[in-house]
């Protein structure tokens, strides 16, 4: 959907080239995916947030969620990634949290054409939940305590 057409107003604002400039401590690393795409890491108020976007499992991903209050991953469905499209499922969404020593997983990202339905999110939370307990599928207006 083009930018204009949201219902509400967007504001880009560039990461500084000094990241030191940022208000709180936070890193961005690159993600493993077929267009350039960046995870973060952020650490507010002693809470470490970890956002990992359009990825496959990748170190970054790990280093990124060391330890994290949160991960915020992208749910794809199982056999939907490859080497020239890398995506992480349930599982492998969950396994980034548990080997992270994450304490809360939370999905996201997930594709209308393969998630038609919450049914579908709540299959893909009991499959994650399979791997790492803590896991949670996003619901739109979802709210999270940290």
Known sequence: MPLKDLPFKI???????????????AEFLSMKHADPTIG?????DG???????????????????KDADL????????GKSGKEW???NPE????????AGAKKLVMAHFGA????????????????RRIFRNSYSSRDGMQIKV
């Open 11 to 25: 504001r880009f604002i560039e990461v500084p080239k000094d990241i030191r400039k940022i208000p709180f401590d």
């Open 71 to 78: 991960v915020i991953a992208e749910c794809a469905i199982a």
């Open 113 to 128: 054409d393969d998630y038609k339905d919450f049914k579908a999110r709540d299959r893909a939370q009991k499959r994650a």
């Open 92 to 99: 492998a969404g969950a396994r980034i949290a548990k080997e």
């Open 47 to 65: 809470k470490i947030i970890s956002y990992c976007p359009d990825t496959g499992y990748c170190d970054n991903t790990i280093k990124l969620s």
């Open 86 to 88: 890398p995506h992480l």
């Open 40 to 44: 973060i890491r952020l650490e507010l």
